[in-house]
């Protein structure tokens, strides 16, 4: 059963921490993918990666970054928490091809930042 | 600029009811294609159906249909004979040929299905 694992499910951090979420997936896929969901604004991308050590900003890139040294796991980095990052944040994978592949989520992980 | 609009925010039926989720699209692309996902309690977004916009044929699996009209933007979700089990947040999403990793999300329709 292909899947996409992200570590936490529940987070809780306080302002100012730093903050991983990490992100694997088992089917040799290029491309992963971050996006936080907010409710009544869908789903927003924050980063996405095509390759290892290959990162693109998405929409809202602002206060997060992220890590990719290996081809199955992508990590998201909050340097320094902030309230209006409780979320629940998404990764996503998908295989590169000819037409746009559909994406492999994760269950997510809600943040909730003190 | 690619958008996705899903008008109905919260929908509530009986089980066995038929219901309609909309979504209206927009884009400048002549190429792109049409998503639906469904994320139940778990959390966990799973793909129902993927469209490109060269096929306007409506495509029916299970109780699930789908009517894609390019005319109005548009690629409805239909649910025949709902049950508790298709309680979820439905997200429909638009992806452009040559940007094949950027997918635009609309901003979801609650569905309950009430016993």
């Known amino acids: 059963d292909v899947k996409v694992t992200q570590s936490s499910r529940y987070l809780v951090k306080r302002t100012g921490e730093k903050v991983f979420l990490e992100c694997v997936q088992d089917?040799?896929?290029?491309?992963m993918f971050w996006y936080r969901q907010d409710p009544g604004l869908g789903l927003r991308l924050i980063y996405f990666?095509?390759?290892?050590?290959?990162?693109e900003k998405g929409d809202i890139p602002e206060g997060y970054s992220v890590s990719r040294e290996k081809k199955e796991r992508f990590s998201l980095i909050l340097e320094s928490a902030s309230t209006n990052q409780t979320s629940m944040y998404l990764c996503?994978?998908?295989?590169?091809?000819?037409?746009?592949?559909?994406?492999?989520f994760g269950s997510g992980t809600q943040l909730s930042v003190l | 600029a690619q958008k996705v609009t899903q008008a109905q925010t919260e929908i509530s039926v009986v089980e066995k009811e038929d219901v309609t989720l909309d979504c209206v699209y927009e884009t400048r692309d002549t190429t792109y294609y049409l998503f639906w996902y469904k994320q139940p309690p778990s959390g966990e977004l799973v793909f129902l159906i993927r469209?490109?916009?060269?096929?306007?044929q409506n495509e029916i699996s299970g109780r699930y249909s789908w009517n894609f009209q390019k005319s109005t933007s548009s690629f409805n979700f239909t649910i025949t004979a709902s049950q508790v089990v298709d309680s979820a947040v439905y997200f429909c999403?638009?992806?452009?040929?040559?940007?094949?990793?950027?997918?635009?999300f609309g901003p979801g329709t609650r569905l309950s299905v009430l016993p």
């Open positions: 996503a994978s998908s295989a590169t091809g000819a037409t746009n592949e559909k994406l492999f």
């Open positions: 089917m040799d896929h290029e491309n």
């Open positions: 999403a638009l992806s452009e040929a040559g940007y094949g990793q950027n997918f635009v």
């Open positions: 990666s095509y390759d290892v050590k290959m990162k």
């Open positions: 469209r490109n916009s060269f096929d306007e």
